[in-house]
């Protein structure tokens, strides 16, 4: 029932800054068309009771989520079943905003993945590869974030098929990460990104926060994964540990 | 809305084992008595929808999880408040199973820090205290590891409120820790541990697993806590670091 431990090379010198790359969930958090907004019910007050906590109920993929292998491929792991192992890992941070800021339905593409390798050398082992489209601007806007056409279409960035097949035959990775509402892009009508991705035992998150403030090669994320039997995915707590000055990395401007 | 990096200072040599310190959240996880048992509920299937997603409902304090301040402390730091920073600590367990092997009210007292101290050294600055009962091995008994006596009054193993006192004004600590279901041992009628340690800022976590395969010091722990808006704590995703045959430490035999 108890397993060991498991084996883990992290071979860090210092880390002097941690990030935080998890959006707050509220009643109002966006939420893919069809899932239920999250609800937050009082369980416990200090008037009745002294002290003070809540009932929670949610769809798994709410917020910064995982999405764990099952949630696509029958039979495929569990959220809980992943090895903690894969929940450190080198983040390459992949920076499209710039044509997000005028084409909805950009995708990663491999060749995005390859200018990040030549700017920033190859793709470490098991790294986590995150799109940073800047869409996050939008997260307290529901209507905006989610992008539906009037054709209920949705137009937001994700990873083209094509990005994940070169990630996952023709680098090691431990899984990819978006700011928006799926690895897919919006528009897509299957999910073969998603397809790609997680049958090979690998994972995403999606509704990332933060991206522009972690350095795009040379940070360590952690992922504080979700632990329910049975679990496709769920609220994850990410976040990404790094040192200023390292690998030329300057803090990003915010909005 | 964005907030930037928190500062951190991880000296780290190199890390070669993860071990997970979560329990999973099933449908019969042991609850505090009068809260409610988790439901996990199917919202899409691969039969109806191609896909695979659970809706889920449950009490914050489930599980393997935070006390955030606000739990018992009216206008204290909610669980999404708390720097990311904190959840980055040198755990030191402190092991007091032999005695409760026998009796199931004993608590962690100042003398038992003195003796954690005169072998290990001074707590770290920051230190996470987690109090390894044992209590655990009956996870899979709700009734046993709750055991509430015929009075309905819990015996299970806690912090005496004399050691909250001495780790919070004596030395520097960011949260203490437990195995059972509670900061404060089962028969307490006044909760005087988690309103010592919560009114700091610190937080709490409860139900913490596999305590005896850590090292009691020299380890680092990562908490992937909760974040939803107003939380008085939640599930977190809680894993220790550490090398093997540093400080001294062999993998315990674990039952």
Do not use: C
């Not at 239920?36 to 009745?48: G, N, S």
């Not at 990663?108 to 200018?115: E, N, R, S």
């Amino acid at each position: 029932m108890m397993s060991g431990p498991g084996t883990l090379n992290l071979s860090l010198a210092s880390y002097t800054r941690v990030q935080d790359l998890t959006h707050t969930i509220t009643p109002e958090t966006p939420v893919f068309p069809g899932n239920p907004q999250p609800v937050i019910e009082p369980l416990r007050t200090f008037e009745k009771d002294g002290y003070y906590a809540n009932r929670l109920t949610f769809a798994e993929h709410t917020g910064t989520h995982m999405d764990a292998p099952a949630h696509i491929v029958e039979g495929a792991a569990y959220a809980n079943e992943l090895p903690v192992e894969q929940f450190f890992a080198p983040p390459a941070v992949v920076d499209i905003s710039e044509r997000a800021a005028t084409d909805p339905d950009t995708q990663v593409t491999p060749d995005d993945l390859l200018a990040w390798e030549s700017e920033h050398g190859s793709l470490p082992a098991g790294a986590f590869v995150a799109m940073n489209s800047r869409r996050e601007a939008r997260i307290g806007d529901p209507v905006s974030f989610i992008n539906a056409g009037e054709d209920g279409v949705l137009h937001f960035p994700g990873f083209h098929p094509d990005a994940a097949a070169f990630l996952v035959y023709e680098r090691d990775i431990t899984g990819i990460g978006v700011d928006t509402l799926s690895l897919d892009v919006g528009a897509a009508t299957q999910f073969v990104t998603h397809v790609t991705v997680l049958q090979t035992g690998e994972y995403g998150l999606e509704g990332l926060a933060a991206l522009a403030s972690v350095p795009p090669a040379g940070a360590l994320i952690v992922v504080g994964g979700p632990k329910v039997v049975v679990g496709s995915g769920g609220p994850s707590r990410v976040m990404a540990l790094f040192s200023v000055g390292a690998h030329g990395f300057r803090h990003a401007a915010v909005a």
